[in-house]
Antibody
């Protein structure tokens, strides 16, 4: 069974950074790219970018360049997203997801989401 | 970027009803249209990919159709567990999502 396990809620101060993990299991981690998606205030979804766990190659939504950095640790089958210089606009739920071998850019499996609250 | 529009933000229906949710792209997306279900607890699941292909384990009461810029998701025989918000997403270029349609029971 494919599982993407995300961490619990984060409360961070403005200007700080946060690194969110997504631990994958149930498949070969390096076979499928990991996507990250933002959902602000229970509203719509924004694609942040994706990473190829095999070679670390990344593609970012232009809007999130400089805000988000995607990395992986192959030894622990964990993907990470670091968000820097946080402001109230970064308060959101962040999801990891994978496209499990389909060529249609459909995200087959999702983590449960990590809530990030930026507040002093 | 391709803009995805779901003009109906919320929809109320009765159990057993047939419900259709619409989605429009700002340009032709060549059937690269996917539908997701988000439950009130935040859980997100893929329902349909490439316009009409049912994801593994999704009940057959869900179906999708469309072409060009206009697409729809249909739920036949609405069940209580279908109460959720439904998002469309285009995969023709870097992904963008619709704003969601919240389905409630009348």
């Amino acid at each position: 069974e494919v599982l993407l396990q995300q961490s619990g809620p984060e409360l961070v101060k403005p200007g700080a950074s946060v690194k969110i993990p997504c631990k994958a299991s149930g498949y070969t981690f390096t076979d499928y790219n990991m996507d990250w998606v933002k959902q602000s205030h229970g509203k719509s979804l924004e694609w942040i970018g994706d990473i190829n766990p095999n070679n670390g190659g990344t593609i970012y939504n232009q809007k999130f360049k400089g805000k988000a950095t995607l990395t992986v640790d192959k030894s622990s089958s964990t993907a990470y997203m670091e968000l820097r210089s946080l402001t109230s606009e970064d308060t959101a739920v962040y999801y990891c997801a994978i496209k499990y071998g389909n060529p249609y850019y459909a995200m087959d499996y999702w983590g449960q989401g990590t809530s990030v609250t930026v507040s002093s | 970027d391709i803009q995805m529009t779901q003009t109906t933000s919320s929809l109320s229906a009765s159990l057993g009803d047939r419900v259709t949710i619409s989605c429009r792209a700002s340009q032709d997306i060549s059937n690269y249209l996917n539908w997701y279900q988000q439950k009130p607890d935040g859980t997100v699941k893929l329902l349909i990919y490439y316009t009409s292909r049912l994801h593994s384990g999704v009940p057959s009461r869900f179906s999708g159709s469309g072409s060009g810029t206009d697409y729809s998701l249909t739920i036949s025989n609405l069940e209580q567990e279908d109460i959720a918000t439904y998002f469309c997403q285009q995969g023709n270029t870097l992904p963008t999502f619709g704003s969601g349609t919240k389905l409630e029971i009348k």
